[in-house]
Structures are given as C-alpha cells and as structure tokens.
C-alpha cells in the first residue's frame, strides 16, 4: 500500500549517519527530501572533514545493524560486498577486562560486521541515493534555520553552496542532523525560547588510531581485542578490530591527561604500557599503514529537549545534536539508526492527523527517551572514575557492585553472558537485569561479597 505524504519537502542538515538514516527515513511521506551537507561528499569510502570521529574504530552494536536493516532491506550485504569482517558476537573478539584476561569466549548465535566508518557511510550514502525523492547536496553549509515571524514554526533554511553564494530552500519539516545541532539551539536563542537543559558526563577522554596491515602471523584465536584497565587507578585501554582490506584498525585511550601521543613512537609506547600485552604484541611488527590520528571527547552531552514545554513546528534535532555518548562505548552510530527507525514509525502513526508535523517533535522527543535511557546509563559507568566530573548518582556505588556480581555471573553463564551482550547491543533495555530470578543470583553473589576487581 502507498503511504501517505505529509509534506512537500524536507531537508535534512547534514549527511553524518544520523542525517542519512533519517532521509532514508523521510522519504516516503514527503515529495522530496534535501540533504544539505557541507563537506564534499566522495565518492568511495574515504575521510572527510566533518566527520573527523571517522579515523577512529567505529564498531556497529547489533541493534544498529539491525536498524540499518530495516531501513535499508538487505544493507547488512552491502557490508559484506565492501568487505566487512564477519564476527561472532561473543567468539571473536578477545575482551580482557580485571579477573578476566580473557573474558569467556562463546559463540551466542549473533553475526555482527567489522568495517570502517567511512565504508560504513558510504554505503548507507549509496542506499540514499538510491531513492529517486531524495538529493544529496554536497558544499552546502547551512548557517540559519528559519521561521516564520512569531517564531511559531520553522519554514527553512539558509545556507552557502560551493560557490560562497547564499541561498535559502523551503521546507515543511527540517531535521538537524549536524552533529553539535548549534543550528537548532542559535534559533531557540533568536526566538528568545529557552534552550534544553543539558546533563553532562566530564570524561576528557583522549583517543589516538593507527591502522596496521594484518601480518600473516597473525593470532588466529581472535579478531579483535578489547582491553580495559583496571579502574580507578588506570583509565587506560585499547580495542583492535579487523577492517576491510586485510587491516586492523587500533584505537588506544586514555582518560583526564593520561592520553597518548600523536607520534608512530609515543603510541607503541602508550599500547606497551596498557594492563595486558595483547594488543601491543600483534601490532609491534605489524606495518602501519596510516599516520597516528587523534581525538579529544571532553564529555558526554544530554539534552533534555523532551522537558521544553514547547518546540517550533517543523523542526527536529536527531543523533549526536540530541545525545553525544562516551565513544568508548561504541553506542552513537546504532542510537541515530534506531532514532531514525522512530521517526519512521512516528510518521506512519501520524499519518492521518489533520497536522501530522505539529505532534512529531514533542513524541519524538518523549518516546526516545526509552532508547537512549539505556546507552546513557552506560555512559554513566564513567563515575567509576573520580575525576568524572558531573552528578554522580547516589547509588553508584550499589550499581558498581551490581555489575561486578552480574560479570562474574556471566563469566561462568553462557545464557546471563548472551543477556548482558543483548543490553550491551541495545536489544534489551538495562531494565532487563530486573528479573526476578536474575535479580536473586545477583544479589547472593553480592552477598558472598568475593573479593573482585572493579570493572574497567
Ligand atoms: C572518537 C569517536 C569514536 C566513535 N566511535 C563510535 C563507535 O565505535 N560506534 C558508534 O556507533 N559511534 C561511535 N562514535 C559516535 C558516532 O560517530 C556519532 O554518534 C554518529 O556519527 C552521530 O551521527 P550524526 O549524524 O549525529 O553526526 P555525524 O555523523 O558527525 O554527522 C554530522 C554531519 O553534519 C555535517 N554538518 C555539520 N554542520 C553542518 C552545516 N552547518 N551544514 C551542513 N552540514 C553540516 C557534518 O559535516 C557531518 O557530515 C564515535 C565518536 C567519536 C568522536
């Protein structure tokens, strides 16, 4: 059955993985879809300069993959075709945390794909591009959203094509996809509307990235490696993954100062000193391919746009303009994919209301709260650090120690070990350690109080 448009036009702000899920998104209820993107846009699988993030191990979590999926039926072949590496979730990467060097290596029953954010992007661009309703519009950088006068509503944009010409386009519905989303908040400030209170999550996290041919003597127990250090004292930690071409991609970091260098020597130094060998010993006679990248997160952003008690019309922030996650986590690829798969329910929902753009904003705002409820409080571990700077919650301690019983739980029980990777992946919610049963064995494990290392 045909759907039913909603709009003549929408334009997308941006061509990162939250703008491209949502025009793949869009593109059945409105006539046309805008994708305004300032860089130029290549095209192979290569790097850019909006999306500097890019030069480092970006891993796709199964419900992004899954998001992908549905999005863009038969995408998870469209990796394979550009040469992702298979993984089996739980098998084939080599997680070594405290107590667990390694952490028990299980075949759970999941595929998931190794392969590098620009391949990964580029092959959601293709899928978008595909739709004859979508254009992408690469050198333009949108420098206004517009309204109409009473700040109502929210009518297009204003931007610089490749020439440095200024040039406005209409539009029924604009999606903030720019990644920092300055655009949506400078026109809440125009407007003299409040901005969204942010909760923050100070972590200064510092990552470097090299990239290394994979040696023909390469381990052949695992395929990547995850390393965690022994928090609080050591914030260290690195994960290697496999990319296409017969790589591996290396990504080390650090925490409040103790981040590595930008040279070839300083990072061979800083991967020799993480708490296991591991990853320094595959990479030490490995031929790098690619010059030291590095990256600084200060911190993990929230805004709670859900708690305005109004929004302009027609105006929608989505990914990182939302929520920008700790990337030690790998959560904000599959957030944006997943908040994508929302807009399109939202948009079948509201199909038949007299004004479905007016209500689009303030559900989307209230009914992703459920999605991100779980990766933020991932991105809340981070407390186990005492130099985290923000609101620490009073029962962190309690959830430390919940997590230390539910690890030891895992290590020995393949079904608690599938369930954790399942909240871990964003299939469950964290709401799925509340069961009862589970609930009981957690606590008796707290209860015999063994003495455990913490988590990294
Ligand atoms: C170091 C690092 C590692 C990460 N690792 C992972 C990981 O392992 N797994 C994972 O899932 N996520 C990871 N992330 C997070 C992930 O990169 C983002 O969450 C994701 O890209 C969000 O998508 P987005 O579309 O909101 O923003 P982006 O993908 O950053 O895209 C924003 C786009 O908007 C464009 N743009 C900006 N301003 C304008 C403008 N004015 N006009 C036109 N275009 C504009 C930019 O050029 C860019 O193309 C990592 C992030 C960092 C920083």
């Excluded at 899920?21 to 006539?31: E, N, V």
């Excluded at 200060?298 to 990182?320: K, T, Y």
């Excluded at 020995?412 to 069961?435: G, M």
């Excluded at 494990?445 to 913490?454: I, L």
Aim: hydrophobic share 40%; glycine share 10%; charged share 25%.
């Amino acid at each position: 059955m045909a759907s039913t448009r909603i709009g003549k036009q929408a334009v997308v702000i941006g061509a990162g993985m939250g703008g491209l899920t949502a025009a793949g998104a869009l593109a059945d209820r409105f006539d046309r879809v805008v994708v305004l993107e300032r860089d130029n846009l290549p095209s192979e699988p290569a790097h850019r300069a909006g999306t500097p993030q890019a030069r480092h191990v970006h891993g796709l979590l199964l419900s992004g993959q899954r998001a992908l999926n549905e999005l863009f039926p038969g995408f998870e072949q469209d990796l394979v075709r550009a040469g992702a590496v298979l993984l089996r979730v739980g098998l084939d990467v080599r997680v070594e945390r405290p107590g667990y060097d390694p952490f028990p290596q299980r075949d759970l029953g999941w595929f998931g794909y190794a392969v590098s954010r620009p391949t990964i992007e580029h092959a959601v661009r293709q899928r978008v591009e595909s739709f004859a309703n979508i254009t992408l519009r690469p050198r333009c950088r949108v420098r206004e959203i517009s309204g109409t006068p009473n700040g109502e509503s929210v009518t297009g944009v204003r931007y610089e094509n490749g020439n440095g010409a200024g040039e406005t386009i209409g539009a029924d519905l604009v999606v903030d996809a720019s990644g920092r989303g300055t655009l949506t908040l400078d026109l809440l400030r125009s407007l003299g509307r409040p901005l969204p209170e942010e909760t923050t999550i100070g972590i200064d996290l510092g990552y470097a990235t090299s990239v290394y041919s994979v040696p023909d003597d390469a381990p052949t127990d695992w395929k990547g490696v995850m390393t965690f250090g022994q928090a609080p004292q050591n914030s260290r930690g690195g994960l290697m993954l496999p990319l296409e071409g017969n790589r591996w991609m290396v990504t080390i970091g650090g925490r409040h100062g103790d981040v590595p260098p930008g040279d070839e020597e300083g990072f061979l130094a800083y991967a020799k000193a993480l708490r296991t060998p591991t990853i320094y010993n595959a990479i030490s006679h490995a031929k790098r391919m690619d010059d030291v990248a590095r990256y600084g997160f200060p911190e993990s952003v929230r805004r709670h746009f859900e708690r305005l008690d109004s929004f302009p019309r027609g105006l929608l922030p989505i990914g990182d303009a939302i929520c920008r996650f700790n990337p030690v986590y790998g959560q904000g690829m599959s957030v944006a994919a997943l908040e994508a798969s929302l807009l399109q329910r939202l948009l079948e929902r509201f199909e038949n209301d007299g004004d479905p753009i007016a209500g689009l904003a303030p559900t989307f705002f209230a009914e992703m709260q459920a999605l991100i409820e779980t990766p933020w409080s991932v991105a809340m571990l981070d407390f186990a650090f005492p130099d985290t700077r923000g609101q620490r919650p009073a029962d962190f301690e309690a959830t430390l120690k919940f997590g230390i019983a539910l690890t030891q739980l895992a290590a020995e029980d393949p079904a608690v070990h599938k369930l954790t990777l399942e909240v871990q992946h964003l299939l469950k919610p964290r709401s799925a350690y509340r069961d009862p049963a589970l609930m009981q064995r957690v606590l008796a494990r707290m209860a015999e109080a063994r003495p455990v290392p913490a988590p990294g």
